[in-house]
């Protein structure tokens, strides 16, 4: 191992520590207090900017009265996930951003937290509002075990559905287990909701890759020994209707000479690695990730936390374009992210690993089709950053093989599923899809309102083909 | 800086109108002299009379939006301590603070002899004045002491005449607003003979259950009886009690103020009302003596604004300008004003409007427009009202946005939600552009149908967003007396019909 003598390595205590809880809890007065500032708005903005449309002022009223089982039976009417939901949302660009309080020179209701202390109650007091439904003798398969299949698996179950979810990894959740930060959200809390999903009937079956043949195309997946193949074509059969909630395949490559060397990893592999590994985890003392979106923050500041002396984030464009929420790159900024603009990575240098970075300089030039200026390089401006580990953050792929496999799939020109707004409906009729696979890579609310949607959607179109 | 110092009832001198009520901040000697240090003018001793044992526990309160007492309840009574060893405290403070007002508050047996002795043993310990507590509404008065002597006019007026035989500084009667009309007990403490009253002392009350284990507040040993309640609550009740007594040709004695006094701001509405002093306890004990400091500080300042040299200068002021309800001007109309560059959208006076006022305050295009009047009585006579409209009465419905409609009255046009986010669709129903929440959420008065009643501008969280606004309606002023009068005399005007 090249860079063997330049891990970092800190103790659990330190990880601990520095992974901390980044939203500590309400106390149970606090949560009182701040419930009675919320005015109680007639049609409030928040409900209206939730993706799943929690009935925001309702269920903070409930807390305001000390109802917490019905305030905590208010969010998972709406959402599934009001836990997860409570941690991982921007609630700043959603129902925070929303509040009216925002217009009054006053904060906001901080409407994530009182919706985590209902929640925590809720985890407290096991409290699970819900029962499955009178079995109807109709199955559906749910693609995928992240938050769109839970959501739409803990809908459907209440249906009556016996509804099986296909999971590639060992544990489901998704990103929820495997990709958000540690400080916001744990795997213990993305696997509570699992657990309360596991409770309503709906049967896991993990390490399955969906594959093998199917009724009009053929599908290759990569042959992986430890996972189980189902192929799509048995799905079909066995199952009346499938959800595909699929999410995003691999990180996008630079496509820069250099990218096999040891040192580069992508940013969800490394996100994963550090959340099951944790102090075990492995990364260097100069780490330079590449991209400035949300993701390429929670790899910058999980580096940090795991002790790295020196964390930069390298981007074509400036600050004004970085696609990062704006209280994501405050957090980046203070952790001591060093951030290199306007820079793009040309080639890595390295014998066997990661020893530099090869860099231009940019300049922003005309609007390209997003509107964002377009980078273009500075001719001789080539530089180095010296770093032992690169992080890739470029946004992720589609999983072209698998939905290529699906037949008569409509996608989009860059390769999302096309659906039906209303009721998630794909091109073929046997098929839903909702989430990252939809939209492109959004929140996981949104993940949450799809697979709602999807299962009502189900519902109807099942009901009216008898 | 403004001459803030009283002189109540001719001979008991304070150098301001704040004075500590009878009650547990007042139970020593140690505790009114921090007071008086703290800034006080003045203490009306905790009640003396023969000891007590009392219970744990003893206070209850009733907290408001995460605000803790805004009411207090108490089932404490009055000292638990020697006779000799408050009366001897009372001669030690007096001696130190020549200048501050004490005032004993006393309770003895309805007996002529007992109350001749408390009165001459009071004054000898060097009390400016005697606050007889016919007041208090627990525990005393089953034993035929407080309220039990304040809830009867005779009794009242007769130990009141008692105390007058052997007193030598001023008597004032503590009465209890747990009675109908509160002047019938001022008016007897006068024919008593009283020098002043101090009203009022606290109501009758349960503060709260425990909903755990089912008993009410404060427990003592799984049990509770009825207490007084006092504090912030009370106040609007006790500016009503008291101007009644300072409004009562009949009395025409000095009122010290008491009832949920905790900043000037109330003081000053005391006085206003016709107070002579003010009296503080639940405040007290809530943040302790320093809040005298802000409460000496504002009025001193507000008087200053105002030119008011002396408490004189606006004492009793706002008497006159509350009438009977017959006396208002009936000509007299404001409406709503809604002021959008302040609105923040939240919509609370739309709903005050439509659910508990009079349904003219609207919201454009949001199936939340003006109902026109025939609509509104068609939904009265229970006949269905045209499908599209507001009031079309039906089952909530699921919106296409997901949530239920809560307001029933409200048919399925409601504005849409967020679009969902912007996916590719196949079938698109909506637009991608998110709503411009703020300027659609802005709601407008019905100037027409507005009758000026102040809800929605009570229930706006922003000031001076809502504003009432007069409207010259060119009519002379004429109350609801003036037109029952000429009422009255156009229909005896009238040709007797042949």
Redesign the interface.
Same mark, same amino acid.
């Given at each position: 191992m090249a860079i063997k003598n330049k891990y970092v390595q800190i103790s659990p205590e330190e990880f601990d520590r520095n992974f901390a809880d980044i939203h500590p809890p309400l106390t149970p %007065?606090a949560a009182?207090?701040e419930a #009675?500032r919320c005015? !109680?708005? !007639? /049609?409030a903005?928040c409900?209206?900017?939730c993706?799943? $449309?929690i /009935?925001v002022p309702k269920f903070i009223k409930k807390i305001?009265t000390r109802n917490l089982r019905g305030s905590a039976r208010t969010i998972l009417e709406?959402n599934i996930l009001g836990a997860s939901c409570s941690k991982v949302c921007p609630v700043e660009v959603l129902c925070e951003g929303?509040c =009216?309080?925002n $217009? $009054?020179n006053e904060k906001p209701i901080q409407i994530a937290l009182l919706q985590r202390h209902a929640m925590d109650w809720a985890h407290d007091h096991q409290f699970q509002p819900f029962v499955p439904g009178t079995a109807n003798g109709k199955k559906v398969a749910c693609i995928g075990g992240g938050p769109a299949s839970l959501a739409c698996a803990a809908e459907l179950a209440q249906l009556g559905y016996a509804v099986t979810i296909f999971e590639r990894k060992p544990l489901a959740g998704g990103l929820n287990t495997y990709g958000i930060a540690e400080y916001k959200l744990t795997p213990e809390d993305a696997l509570r909701e699992v657990e309360s999903v596991r409770k309503l009937g709906v049967k896991f079956e993990c390490k399955v890759e969906i594959g093998g043949q199917s009724s009009s195309g053929k599908l290759d997946s990569i042959p992986n020994p430890t996972l189980r193949s189902v192929s799509l074509q048995s799905l079909e059969r066995d199952f009346d209707a499938i959800f595909v909630g699929i999410g995003l395949g691999d990180t996008t490559d630079l496509e820069v000479p250099g990218e096999h060397l040891e040192g580069v990893v992508d940013a969800l592999t490394f996100i994963e690695d550090y959340k099951t590994k944790r102090t075990k985890c492995k990364v260097g003392r100069r780490v330079a990730v590449i991209g400035a979106g949300n993701t390429a923050i929670d790899a910058a500041t999980a580096a940090v936390r795991l002790g790295v002396p020196e964390v930069r984030m390298v981007y074509r464009r400036s600050e004004a374009e970085m696609p990062a929420f704006a209280y994501e790159y405050e957090l980046a900024k203070g952790d001591g992210v060093i951030f290199n603009w306007r820079t793009q990575p040309v080639k890595i240098h390295g014998k066997k690993a990661v020893e530099k970075l090869e860099c231009v300089s940019m300049r922003l030039g005309k609007p390209d089709k997003t509107g964002r200026r377009r980078p273009e390089p500075v001719p001789r401006s080539k530089f180095f950053i010296e770093c032992d580990m690169v992080i890739k953050s470029l946004g992720q792929t589609k999983h072209d093989d698998f939905l290529k496999a699906v037949p008569l799939l *409509?996608r #989009?020109r860059d390769g999302?599923v096309? =659906? /039906?707004? *209303?009721t998630c409906?794909? #091109?073929n009729p046997k098929f839903f899809a909702g989430g990252d696979c =939809? %939209?492109g890579g959004?929140e996981v609310v949104?993940a949450v309102?799809d697979g &709602? &949607?999807a299962a009502h959607g189900i519902e109807t179109w099942i009901r009216r083909n008898g | 800086m403004a001459d803030l110092s009283v002189t109540f009832a001719k001979t008991i001198k304070s150098p301001n109108p704040f004075w500590l009520a009878s009650a547990p901040p007042t139970n020593s000697g140690f505790q009114v002299m921090r007071a008086f240090d703290a800034g006080w003018g003045g203490a009306v001793w905790k009640t003396i009379g023969e000891p007590i044992v009392n219970t744990t526990s003893r206070y209850s309160s009733i907290d408001y939006n995460g605000v803790r007492m805004m009411g207090l309840n108490n089932i404490e009574l009055i000292t638990d301590r020697p006779i000799e060893d408050n009366l001897r405290e009372i001669y030690e403070v007096k001696k130190r603070f020549p200048h501050h007002a004490v005032i004993a508050s006393l309770m003895v047996d309805s007996k002529r002899e007992t109350w001749h002795d408390i009165v001459k043993r009071t004054e000898d310990a060097g009390a400016d004045g005697l606050e007889l507590n016919f007041g208090c509404p627990h525990g005393m008065s089953e034993r035929g002491m407080g309220s039990a002597v304040g809830q009867v006019p005779e009794y009242c007026e007769m130990i009141t005449a008692w105390v007058k035989e052997v007193a030598r500084t001023p008597v004032l009667i503590k009465l209890t607003p747990n009675v109908t009309n509160i002047a019938l007990i001022g008016r007897a403490a006068r024919k008593g003979g009283a020098d002043g009253l101090s009203a009022i002392n606290t109501f009758n009350s349960i503060t709260s259950i425990d909903l755990d284990d089912l008993a009410p507040r404060p427990k003592v040993s799984g049990k509770s009886a009825h207490g007084g309640y006092c504090g912030p609550a009370v106040k609007p009740i006790a500016l009503n009690m008291v101007h009644t007594l300072n409004a009562d040709p009949e009395i025409r004695i000095p009122v010290s103020g008491i009832g949920g006094i905790a900043t000037w701001q109330d003081a000053a509405e005391f006085i206003l009302l016709g107070c002579s002093s003010v009296q503080v306890c639940t405040a007290v004990m809530h943040y302790g003596f320093r809040i005298v400091e802000d409460m000496i500080d504002g009025l001193s300042n507000w008087m200053d604004e105002k030119g008011f040299k002396t408490l004189d200068d606006f004492r009793g002021a706002s008497i006159a300008r509350l009438e009977d309800w017959g006396n208002l001007d009936l000509n007299y109309k404001i409406i709503a004003s809604i002021d959008p560059e302040k609105c923040i959208g939240c919509d609370l006076c739309h709903i005050a409007c439509w659910d508990a006022a009079h349904q003219c305050i609207h919201i454009e295009g949001e199936g939340r427009e003006a109902p026109t009047r025939v609509e509104k009585e068609s939904a009265m006579n229970f006949l269905a009202p045209p499908a599209h409209h507001p009031l079309h009465v039906h089952e909530p419905v699921l919106h296409s946005r997901g949530i239920t409609t809560r307001y029933v009255g409200l048919s399925g046009n409601g504005r849409q939600g967020q679009a969902p986010p912007p996916t590719t669709s196949l079938h698109s129903s909506t637009e991608d552009a998110p709503p411009a929440l703020r300027s659609n959420r802005v709601p407008y008065v019905d100037e027409e149908e507005c009758v000026g009643c102040n809800l929605c501008w009570l229930v706006c969280p922003v000031d001076s967003c809502i504003t009432m606004k007069e409207v010259r309606t060119g009519l002379p002023f004429e109350s609801f007396n003036d037109r029952t009068k000429r009422l009255a005399k156009v229909s005896t005007c009238e040709p007797p019909s042949t």
């Open positions: %007065n009182v207090i #009675s005015l !109680f708005c !007639f /049609d903005p409900t209206i900017a993706p799943t $449309h /009935d305001a709406a929303a =009216v309080m $217009h $009054h *409509k #989009s999302r096309l =659906v /039906d707004e *209303k409906q794909t #091109s =939809v %939209n959004r949104d309102a &709602k &949607k | -």
